[in-house]
């Protein structure tokens, strides 16, 4: 089964400091490729997706990512945090011809106010 | 429903107790898959199904844990004889089948405490 590996386990940033998020996964064949985000004390939302086409993908909050097939990554990015982007980041690989889906260990994004 | 439905939502549980907690995919969803977040800890992978296949169970942390799928609908995921490092929420989750662009939805969990 793939593997993905979140690089970061804790970061913490000033509002308005910029945010980029590793992630890396081990499967070479095709995948889907998602982050999901928990903030305090809720449950998993998804933050975006990427099927297929443009290897750069928005999603919510302001929030992007892009797929870079080469590297195996996905990396999460977002220019400008908000304190209220503080919470845990998920990145989640799927493995297009079995279905498995694993997910990386998570990162603690704290943002300071 | 609309949505992946877990129950209980909060589990109490003595330890060397059973538990039995249950999830109901979205139908037609033909991936069924089951997650532990246990406090501090990122999102383990537990087993999975897809459709008639036999599930991979690699992710079941012991044999005391398991996991099955009446007519590739609802799942149930059995704890025997409970210890308190099971406490944890447990996260299920469906999607559609292999072979095409699909995301997976999450129930919102259940929360097992073993006391």
């Known amino acids: 089964a793939q593997s993905v590996s979140q690089h970061n386990h804790h970061v913490i940033l000033s509002e308005a400091a910029s945010l980029e998020l590793g992630c890396n996964y081990s499967?070479?064949?095709?995948?889907?490729l998602f982050w999901y985000v928990q903030y305090p004390g809720q449950h998993l939302q998804l933050l975006l997706k990427?099927?297929?086409?443009?290897?750069l993908v928005k999603g919510i909050k302001g929030f992007e990512a892009e797929f870079i097939k080469s590297k195996f990554s996905f990396n999460l990015r977002k220019p400008s945090v908000q304190w209220s982007d503080t919470a845990e980041y998920f990145c989640?690989?799927?493995?297009?011809?079995?279905?498995?889906?694993?997910f990386g260990a998570g990162t603690r994004l704290t943002v300071k106010p | 429903g609309a949505g992946v439905s877990q129950s209980p939502s909060n589990k109490v549980t003595e330890k060397g107790k059973d538990v039995e907690l249950r999830c109901d995919p979205i139908?037609?969803?033909?991936?069924l898959y089951w997650y532990r977040q246990s406090l501090g800890q990122g999102l383990e992978f537990l087993i999975y199904?897809?459709?008639?296949?036999?599930?991979?169970k690699s992710g079941l942390p012991s044999d005391r844990f398991s996991a099955e799928r009446t007519g590739g609908s609802v799942s149930t995921l059995t704890i025997q004889r409970t210890q308190q490092e099971d406490s944890a929420v447990y996260l299920c989750?469906?999607?559609?089948?292999?072979?095409?662009?699909?995301?997976?939805?999450f129930g919102q969990g259940t929360r097992l405490t073993v006391v």
């Open positions: 499967y070479g064949g095709t995948v889907n």
């Open positions: 989750a469906s999607s559609q089948g292999w072979g095409r662009d699909t995301e997976a939805f």
């Open positions: 139908s037609g969803h033909t991936a």
């Open positions: 989640a690989v799927r493995n297009y011809n079995n279905n498995d889906m694993r």
């Open positions: 199904f897809q459709g008639n296949s036999a599930p991979d």
């Open positions: 990427y099927f297929s086409g443009d290897p």
